[in-house]
């Protein structure tokens, strides 16, 4: 009996994937459920498992392929004949030469272990892989680093430096990933089908620093982790939102889709480019639990183990270049939505109040909206109203 290898349901609106890597041989036996190779898509990278105990006998699509939902990607014979001739899966490899060695660990790394292994010059080669099928991933990094072991490069690699001549320049050619290729795409797409306007305005912030301050040790104790603004600026979304129900809507051919529903999408930077998870019913959430999945979010985000479904949908997004050092930024709608808040860095600047000049943490807010359906007037209103709920955040809980 033979089962087919076939790309499997890639989540709302994904399907295409790019064949990253077989993490088996033809021949090599496999169990089930056991990881045969990784697919890259738009979104995420996934791993396709043997639904069937065999031997892999056939390779259809080869490592770097485009390949789409339903395609054959290889063949496992799962006859008694066939798994009694098998490569031993666990089969001692030959003694590899310290070259090998570091490229074999490359191989087994995750973009962000190899990244990370890369900024603290860690010899991949004598990382330990907790990952699935050995992989190294990052936490793998972390370990290695906090038991202080030696981050000698390896060998093979430091002993043939090559250094630059005086005056030589260098090009090099690298095919974009799934991700950033998409990427790219959907924000030409956006700015090519929606009519893109933005809107700022600037918040004190002081009203927040201050509660932040003053709950911060009871808030960590109680949720196990720290109040953050982000949740801060969700809640006040939400609340300005069910006063401006447009700016939490799409477009569908020449109808207007009202969600009453609030599905926010957090901006995440990760290895592989820009993702949004979305934190679902946010309306719903005690501002606990929005930090709990914003940071869950962003430490997935950096091991690679997000999942389509965290990523699906959504009816608005916020997007904070401040954590990067961003002043002022007009974001890029993300389709279908029609609007996106985006912060900025806190800084101390003098403002006029009441009469005198003070010097308070102030924050530019930036909303992106599409014209098709928003008007200038709802966005600035939006944009007020988010402002007045930070400046004076007690008012958040009679929204809540």
Not at 85 to 98: E, F, G, H, L, R
């Given at each position: 009996m033979t089962t087919t290898i076939v790309v499997p349901q890639l989540g709302e609106s994904v399907v295409e994937a790019r064949v990253a890597r077989w993490l088996k041989k033809a021949g090599d036996a496999v169990a089930v459920g056991e990881p045969i190779v990784e697919l890259e898509t738009e979104k995420i990278d996934l791993e396709v498992g043997a639904e069937h105990a065999?031997?892999?006998?056939?390779?259809?699509?080869?490592?770097?392929?485009?390949?789409?939902?339903?395609?054959?990607?290889?063949?496992?014979?799962?006859?008694?004949?066939?798994?009694?001739?098998?490569?031993?899966?666990?089969?001692?490899?030959?003694?590899?030469?310290?070259?090998?060695?570091?490229?074999?660990?490359?191989?087994?790394?995750?973009?962000?272990?190899?990244?990370?292994?890369?900024?603290?010059?860690?010899?991949?080669?004598?990382?330990?892989?907790?990952?699935?099928?050995?992989?190294?991933?990052?936490?793998?990094?972390?370990?290695?680093?906090?038991?202080?072991?030696?981050t000698a490069p390896a060998p093979a690699i430091a002993e043939t430096p090559v250094p630059p001549l005086v005056g030589e320049r260098h090009e090099e050619r690298v095919r974009m990933s799934k991700r950033r290729a998409t990427i790219a795409r959907n924000l030409v797409e956006a700015q090519h089908a929606a009519a893109m306007l933005t809107t700022f305005n600037e918040v004190d912030m002081s009203g927040v620093m201050a509660l932040r301050e003053r709950q911060k040790e009871a808030f960590k104790q109680r949720y196990g982790v720290s109040l953050g603004i982000a949740s801060f600026f969700v809640k006040a979304s939400v609340a300005a939102l069910k006063g401006f129900p447009r700016l939490n809507a799409e477009i569908q051919g020449d109808e207007m889709v009202l969600k009453h529903y609030y599905d926010i999408g957090i901006a995440v930077g990760a290895p592989q480019g820009l993702v949004v998870p979305v934190i679902r019913n946010a309306e719903a959430r005690s501002f606990g639990q929005i930090e709990q999945a914003i940071r869950d979010f962003a430490k997935r985000a950096n091991d690679g183990t997000l999942t389509l479904d965290d990523l699906r949908g959504g009816s608005f997004t916020i997007t904070n270049g401040g954590v990067f050092g961003s002043l002022l930024s007009t974001p890029i709608l993300n389709p279908p939505q029609v609007g996106i808040l985006g912060l900025h860095k806190i800084e101390q600047r003098p403002v006029a109040v009441r009469g005198e000049v003070v010097v308070r943490p102030m924050m530019y807010t930036a909303l992106t909206y599409d014209h098709r359906i928003v008007d200038g007037l709802e966005a600035v209103q939006f944009l007020v109203r988010v402002k007045e709920f930070i400046e004076d955040p007690g008012t958040l809980l009679l929204e809540s």
């Open positions: 065999g031997v892999l006998i056939e390779i259809t699509r080869q490592e770097g392929e485009d390949v789409q939902v339903g395609e054959r990607l290889g063949v496992i014979d799962s006859s008694a004949a066939a798994v009694a001739t098998a490569t031993p899966a666990t089969a001692a490899p030959p003694a590899a030469s310290p070259a090998a060695a570091v490229t074999e660990a490359r191989e087994r790394a995750t973009p962000t272990a190899k990244k990370m292994a890369v900024e603290h010059s860690v010899d991949l080669s004598r990382v330990p892989g907790t990952g699935d099928g050995g992989r190294i991933i990052k936490r793998d990094i972390e370990q290695f680093l906090s038991r202080g072991a030696s």
